[in-house]
């Protein structure tokens, strides 16, 4: 399981108020069905936002929702579904924008 670096974006936050998320996520996450799984534990949690492939090989992933569900998906982005390899989380708060969906693009 990855460590993940974060901006102050606390799991212990209680605040029902709604945040946005940037994580970039490396390791052995392409090709692993890591977006799909990332979609499905964000559609369980509430969270909307995307998940995406980058030219680099990283994940990004964009999660908006209450500060208690952003939290659970960033731990879970640490270990990500059976046949990835996560080797680093990078996150960072961005300005809440109301989404309706997770998407895969």
């Known amino acids: 399981m990855a460590d ?3 901006d102050g974006l606390g799991a212990e936050l ?3 108020s709604r ?3 940037r994580c970039l996520v490396e390791g052995r996450v392409q090709g692993v069905y890591f977006r799909s799984a990332a979609r ?3 559609l ?3 969270v909307a ?5 980058l030219p680099d090989g ?3 992933v964009l999660a908006c929702g209450t500060p208690a569900a952003v939290a659970q998906l960033r ?7 059976p046949m990835a390899r996560v080797s680093a989380v990078t996150c960072e708060s961005r300005e809440y924008r109301p989404w309706s969906v997770f998407s895969t693009n």
């Open 49 to 53: 936002g995307y998940a995406r492939n």
């Open 19 to 21: 945040i946005c998320c």
């Open 58 to 60: 990283r994940v990004e």
């Open 40 to 42: 499905e534990q964000a």
């Open 75 to 81: 731990d879970w982005l640490c270990s990500g579904p």
């Open 44 to 46: 369980r949690l509430g």
């Open 4 to 6: 993940v670096m974060t």
């Open 14 to 16: 209680e605040d029902e």
